[in-house]
């Protein structure tokens, strides 16, 4: 028999099937690649309740394309019976939620491969699905996750820490749950048993911390936050201002620091005991650290964006022009790699957003289908795993799932 819920064969993870239960950003995030990338990847939300993110106005029509949507309390009875069913054929399960919430309830590791031996299970929390009674239970959100790995207190202004937005934390973790959910998928084709996965927010963000933290761990001293948005540690580095914007730029190679210092007529500082010949980067500990900072501010001051990024490019200095928003969807770079693309929303809308990334030579990826409706697919999921109309009725009726109606 034909099934009902069709996915169309493209991209490099054509034919794998994800499962995922997860609301909000970080987990769903990671779903979103392995749909974006062709997998048949179906989103379970509460039959009680519609994912929270449904309630922002555009950002659920970019985080949930490419989904089949499935209604369904998985800790009934019922409920628990038929996602077992859906994960018998599954790839990969994908949860996120407060640590071992699903084992909690009953959904283990072990009841999961006992119907499927390899399934490989990615488990998203704040803190990890253990530790201490004091943290693993907790929720966390970007801030959280960033406040407590010490990433937070790194970034912002040397007067106030700041967190990163929009969400890096969320964003970050689900980079982490994709990658490891794709180096357990290649174990799993190996060796025919599957794999649990346990990522904690806050380890990711230790991790994205780690490159100025490793000093403090081996020598004791911490590096300040920045300064107007300079590199607190390297001169020449960051956010500069010019006359009609903001650029930024990296001076990194022994030329490049000669030749600034040219530039901005202080070559007499270079060829000294402290900053010898061939220099690759200026310290700001450097006696004349703030000598060529006052320099560059006065310079780049008083020129264009334009002519700044130019005379950069002559000396073979990094640099680029802050973009906003505006800027991006102008730019020749976004135009001719199609970084952004549009699609019909289920209510014949035109949806614009940030296109597929990367992009697989090979294997092309697309956007396909636009978000679904909360319980859209709910009944042709459950229909291909064999139940009659009647015992989806007897579902629906009973709230073990929401069957939503077709766009």
Request: with cysteine; proline share 4%; charged share 20%.
């Amino acid at each position: 028999m034909t099934k009902k819920v069709q996915t169309p064969k493209f991209g490099p993870l054509a034919g794998m099937k994800v499962v995922f239960s997860a609301i909000e950003i970080a987990g769903p995030f990671s779903a979103q690649m392995f749909a974006e990338w062709g997998a048949e990847v179906i989103w379970i939300e509460h039959s009680a309740y519609a994912d929270t993110i449904r309630v922002q106005p555009n950002y659920p029509e970019l985080s949930r394309r490419n989904l089949h949507a499935l209604s369904l309390n998985v800790f009934s009875d019922e409920g628990r019976e038929v996602f077992l069913k859906l994960i018998e054929d599954a790839d990969v399960f994908i949860e996120a939620s407060k640590g071992p919430a699903f084992a909690k309830r009953g959904i283990t590791d072990e009841l999961l491969w006992a119907r499927n031996k390899k399934l490989v299970i990615g488990h998203l929390s704040g803190f990890g699905q253990y530790g201490t009674a004091e943290y693993t239970n907790l929720a966390a959100y970007n801030t959280i996750a960033q406040a407590f790995s010490g990433y937070l207190m790194q970034n912002g202004d040397v007067d106030q820490p700041m967190p990163a937005f929009p969400y890096t934390a969320d964003y970050m973790a689900g980079f982490a749950v994709t990658s490891s959910v794709l180096a357990a998928v290649y174990g799993a084709e190996k060796t025919g048993v599957g794999e649990s996965i346990d990522v904690a927010m806050y380890e990711v963000m230790l991790r994205v911390g780690q490159y100025y933290m490793m000093d403090y761990l081996n020598g004791g001293e911490m590096c300040p936050r920045m300064t107007k948005g300079k590199d607190p540690l390297y001169c020449g580095c960051g956010l500069y201002k010019c006359s009609d914007g903001y650029i930024v730029f990296e001076i990194v190679g022994g030329s490049q620091v000669s030749s600034m210092f040219e530039v901005l007529g202080i070559s007499d500082l270079l060829g000294t005991e402290e900053i010898p010949e061939g220099t690759q980067l200026i310290a700001r500990s450097m006696s004349c650290g703030e000598i060529l900072e006052d320099k560059l501010d006065a310079f780049f001051a008083e020129k264009t964006i334009e002519e700044s990024l130019a005379l950069l490019a002559s000396y073979k200095v990094a640099g680029a022009k802050v973009l906003d928003v505006e800027d991006l969807q102008s730019n020749p770079q976004y135009v001719a790699r199609d970084s952004f693309t549009e699609w019909e929303t289920m209510s014949g809308d035109k949806c614009k957003g940030p296109n597929v990334m990367p992009k697989f030579k090979n294997n092309p990826c697309k956007v396909w289908r636009a978000t679904p409706s909360y319980g859209m697919d709910t009944a042709d999921i459950l229909s291909d795993l064999g139940y009659s109309d009647e015992e989806i009725s007897g579902f629906a009726e009973r709230k073990i799932v929401n069957v939503g109606k077709k766009a």
